[in-house]
């Protein structure tokens, strides 16, 4: 098959980004042609609240270009435009509900707005996917028939060597942002004791924040973006990862930690609930709790044979989500589509 993916973002640390990246070495491998039209090969204004609507003119400029494709396949709302008018079955792939993530962002009336595009964006796909049971739940509720195909990662990460630097690690990897919980994120580091040393990669409108806070805390260690192989080394080095997220889908973060065997801390929301049981293989705690999140990290430092029975129930649910089944259900999609054109 020819296949184009549109995409906001190909690459980072990113959900969006690391998904794309899996699902394309997934489809190469089995022998497919993909072409990719995303931020980083294509124009956009590098500013909060313009990058998207940049995107969403600039790929649908370049998509005119792109000819005789069998599947056109979109991720997130901004890339739906360019989907649209494109030649080729469509797919368009939803990370998350897009109408709540833009109101979390920016607020209900731009919410409102981006509710209305996104209604028109959905009807424009021949098959819609999703990566968690909320957002199935929410886009079946509203009329549409939706697949549900979960994020996945590669096994071949846990080859990679572990990068311990501290004796008590944690870690948070993820964008800098609002959602993700940032705020909760630096009143977490705060918190902690001076022997507990908290690592934070990625990049986002919140960075400078986080910034400040390293001036203050000896203990609070901010690496910026990394490339995929040393935050995974990272993470497989650390003993807790902590996600304080407001949104999620199905993160790949959390399937990275899984898979490295290091112990989960996060939020009940969103594709969260599918990938944790509290207790078993990791806790789950309510947003915005810090003092939960502070007393939890201390447990399971000071608790190491509870942790371990966490990280080894985690690595069974993980193997679930590898990119061999996963990438599979996206080939059944992309063929039941082309099966009804013939």
């Not at 096994?155 to 940032?182: C, H, M, W």
């Not at 590898?322 to 599979?328: A, K, L, P, S, V």
Request: contains cysteine.
């Amino acid at each position: 098959m020819k296949i184009l993916i549109i995409s906001p973002t190909q690459y980072g640390i990113g959900g969006i980004a690391q998904h794309v990246q899996g699902l394309t070495k997934f489809l190469k491998k089995n022998g497919h042609h993909v072409e990719i039209i995303s931020s980083e090969n294509t124009f956009t204004i590098p500013i909060k609240g313009l990058k998207n609507p940049s995107f969403m003119i600039s790929s649908l400029i370049k998509s005119k270009f792109k000819k005789d494709q069998d599947i056109v396949h979109a991720h997130n709302i901004p890339s739906a435009l360019a989907m649209k008018n494109t030649v080729g079955k469509k797919v368009l792939s939803l990370h998350g509900v897009f109408s709540q993530q833009i109101d979390q962002l920016h607020g209900k009336t731009t919410g409102d707005i981006s509710e209305k595009y996104e209604n028109n964006a959905l009807k424009w796909a021949d098959a819609i996917t999703v990566v968690s049971k909320e957002a199935f739940d929410h886009y079946t509720n509203l009329g549409y028939t939706v697949f549900q195909v979960p994020n996945a990662i590669d096994v071949s990460y846990l080859e990679i060597n572990a990068d311990r630097r501290y004796p008590k690690q944690v870690i948070f990897a993820g964008r800098l942002s609002r959602e993700k919980g940032t705020d909760s994120l630096m009143s977490i580091a705060q918190k902690l004791s001076n022997d507990i040393h908290l690592i934070i990669l990625g990049a986002g409108p919140e960075e400078q924040k986080i910034k400040d806070l390293t001036k203050t805390h000896k203990n609070i260690h901010f690496l910026g973006y990394q490339n995929k192989k040393e935050t995974i080394s990272l993470i497989c080095g650390s003993d807790i990862l902590i996600q304080p997220s407001l949104q999620e889908g199905i993160s790949s973060t959390l399937l990275e930690a899984m898979a490295c065997k290091t112990a989960i801390i996060a939020t009940n929301v969103g594709g969260n609930n599918e990938l944790i049981q509290n207790n078993v293989n990791g806790i789950v705690l309510e947003p915005n709790d810090v003092d939960s999140f502070t007393q939890q990290i201390s447990y399971l430092l000071n608790n190491e044979q509870f942790r371990q029975s966490l990280v080894e129930h985690a690595f069974k649910t993980v193997e679930k989500y590898d990119w061999n089944q996963i990438g599979n259900l996206y080939l059944s999609v992309y063929e039941s589509i082309l099966d009804k054109s013939k």
